[in-house]
């Protein structure tokens, strides 16, 4: 059964009064103070925003220091962290150390060697043991092996199982789907609502974290931290939150190249370059899951290479214990950047300062050894971190020091993991109220944009320098290397184009649209023919290439070159069919629908064949007036 839908503007979802908020008059600076802020809402009466304060250290009620980059901290003392606001202790300690009772113990041999050191006994000084113990299956003394597939199915059941006895947290063990070998890939929904279903804890009210672990399998820290999160979140020290916020567990999205001990899925792809073609089970899954349960705070566990390139580069080690970083893509919603930057990262800075964890920016540099540039994070929509922000949420990437050094210092590496989460789930709680208000306004926001202004298409990192602090291999000391650094916090705009109404799709472009509403994306059909003006794409070159991102060329598993073109828009009067689509960009994730549809990005489903010909979609460019249907599951 279809509903029908008329739209007669590309602006029908948004209020007259409340579209002022999308004005060039009413756009607010990114740096703008707080008072100028608030007189400036004011004046343009829009949506409610939330009131702009200062970010506080939730344990010490003292103001956090206002910097935009967060310098070398120094080792501080390891002392249990001061009462806080929100649930006590906020580090964590060593009840967190027990594993379920009856979860299995099984011992796998672990690829290479976990007691070579691939660096001096005076780096690894630099890396002490924390103070806390942690036991999951896979951090055992004996062990040479991270926890199986079977353990983590073991301990994920035996939580939610615990939580239905105890009555009052629920923790709903929800199968999202199965990889390409066949292995269940599950997340745990921790709450405090009367069910564990997507309309439950929306109709509730509390933000919910994701927590994501393992999208690349040779890093396994974050998904031993995360077993350690479902427990305290669902029994333990951090269940307190669940008055506040609820919690979704992921902690193994790739359980096959956890399995094998690679990075990437079992047909060769890196997920977690995945997220906005879709190709893997995997990343489909975890789409559903942040489709269905709409989190306004996503966090994605990872590890990186500590000697490798760096050491063949530049002579030096790797130095801090993790490497923080949120959403850095086109058309990103600047309120969402700032709520990142100030209500979180820097809480979460001073949660990992306190315990003695040393931290910076993200960062990474390519696998060509003769390219000595250091790169952020990347700026390209296909990452989690990047599609999860395009989807108004607070998108934050935590790596820990982990790959190419097997078990060493794995103690250590996850208790960075879960100081960092135990940190973010502690702002949201403290946030809640404001982070609801800021998704309302955000989302109304974008909508009011379609049909005008330009939009970015195509953005890359500025280039500049930076003093990056390094290990010396062979003394563990201090190392300052001056390098070419892309900073991916300042974009550069590459190409621009005016942002239409929305997009018109053919009928044989069934399967873009299946991904789209994958993605959360609302696509309608059109159910009676009608005429619409649009600027249509005319390929103007065409060449084969590579995908790539700052590291090189991405894992596609046999996919093949993407078609890169360039485009001319001729603007034409087209008869519409019914049965082809329309993609309204008078929605909330509008800046998402467009970097999977401008053709010509490396990323676009036209590039990767999702959408086989350039006359297959147009650009809808003033408000439709057509009969529509919505599409039913």
Request: some cysteine; hydrophobic content about 40%; charged content about 20%.
């Amino acid at each position: 059964m279809r509903r029908p839908h008329h739209f007669s503007s590309g602006r029908a979802r948004v209020p007259q009064q409340e579209a002022s908020a999308g004005s060039i008059a009413c756009r607010i600076p990114r740096l703008a103070l707080v008072a100028p802020v608030a007189l400036l809402l004011a004046a343009c009466g829009s949506t409610p925003l939330p009131p702009w304060q200062p970010p506080r250290d939730l344990s010490t009620s003292r103001p956090v220091p206002a910097v935009v980059r967060p310098a070398a901290p120094a080792v501080v003392d390891m002392a249990p962290a001061p009462s806080a606001a929100v649930v006590t202790p906020v580090a964590p300690t060593p009840s967190m150390a027990a594993p379920p009772a009856d979860a299995p113990v099984a011992v796998v041999p672990l690829q290479g060697s976990a007691d070579a050191l691939p660096y001096s006994e005076a780096v690894a000084a630099r890396f002490p043991d924390p103070a806390v113990r942690y036991g999951t299956p896979g951090l055992q003394p004996d062990r040479r092996s991270f926890t199986t597939n079977a353990e983590l199915a073991a301990w994920m059941q035996n939580l939610s199982a615990t939580a239905s006895r105890a009555g009052a947290i629920r923790a709903g063990l929800l199968p999202i789907g199965r990889s390409q070998r066949g292995e269940s890939i599950d997340a745990l929904v921790i709450t405090r609502s009367a069910n564990t279903e997507p309309s439950t804890l929306l109709a509730d009210g509390r933000p919910t974290v994701l927590l994501v672990g393992q999208q690349h399998g040779d890093e396994p820290a974050g998904s031993e931290a995360l077993m350690v999160i479902a427990r305290e979140a669902s029994q333990g020290l951090l269940e307190p939150l669940l008055g506040r916020i609820n919690v979704i567990v992921l902690p193994r999205a790739n359980p096959d190249g956890a399995e094998a001990g690679t990075r990437v899925t079992a047909n060769g792809i890196d997920m977690n370059r995945d997220h906005l073609v879709l190709r893997t089970p995997e990343a489909q899954a975890l789409a559903r899951l942040v489709r269905d349960y709409r989190p306004m705070v996503v966090v994605d566990a990872h590890e990186y290479t500590v000697v490798g390139r760096f050491l063949q580069k530049f002579g030096a080690v790797q130095r801090f214990d993790g490497l923080l970083q949120y959403a850095t893509v086109a058309n990103l919603p600047e309120f969402v950047t700032k709520a990142s930057e100030e209500w979180f990262r820097r809480p979460l800075v001073t949660a990992l300062n306190r315990q003695g964890l040393s931290n910076e920016w993200y960062y990474t540099t390519s696998t060509d050894p003769e390219d000595k540039r250091v790169s952020m994070g990347g700026t390209q929509p296909d990452t989690g971190r990047n599609v999860n922000g395009l989807k108004n949420t607070v998108s934050l990437l935590l790596e820990t020091r982990g790959v190419g050094i097997g078990r060493l210092q794995i103690q250590r590496r996850v208790h960075t993991h879960v100081t960092a989460m135990a940190s973010v789930l502690q702002s949201t709680a403290a946030r809640a109220d404001d982070l609801k208000q800021l998704r309302s306004f955000v989302d109304r926001d974008v909508s009011a944009l379609s049909c005008r202004d330009d939009a970015v298409v195509e953005a890359a990192p500025t280039p500049g320098r930076h003093n990056l602090v390094m290990l010396d291999p062979d003394t563990g000391a201090d190392r300052t290397v001056d390098v070419e650094w892309n900073n991916s916090l300042v974009l550069r705009t590459v190409k621009t184009r005016k942002r239409p109404c929305g997009y018109w799709l053919s009928a044989s472009a069934a399967d873009a649209v299946d991904k789209l509403r994958l993605l959360g994306i609302q696509v309608f059909k059109v159910s009676e023919q009608s005429s619409l003006l649009m600027d249509t794409y005319r390929e103007t070159a065409r060449q084969s290439a590579v995908r790539q991102d700052v590291r090189g060329a991405i894992a596609d598993g046999g996919a093949g070159e993407v078609v890169r073109v360039d485009v001319a828009l001729a603007r034409t009067l087209v008869d519409v069919p019914p049965g082809s689509y329309y993609v309204p960009l008078s929605q909330p994730l509008a800046p998402l629908a467009m970097a999977a549809l401008e053709p010509d990005t490396q990323n676009s489903f036209f590039a990767n064949r999702v959408i086989e010909s350039l006359a297959a979609t147009a650009r809808v460019v003033s408000p439709p007036g057509l009969r529509l249907e919505e599409i039913q599951p």
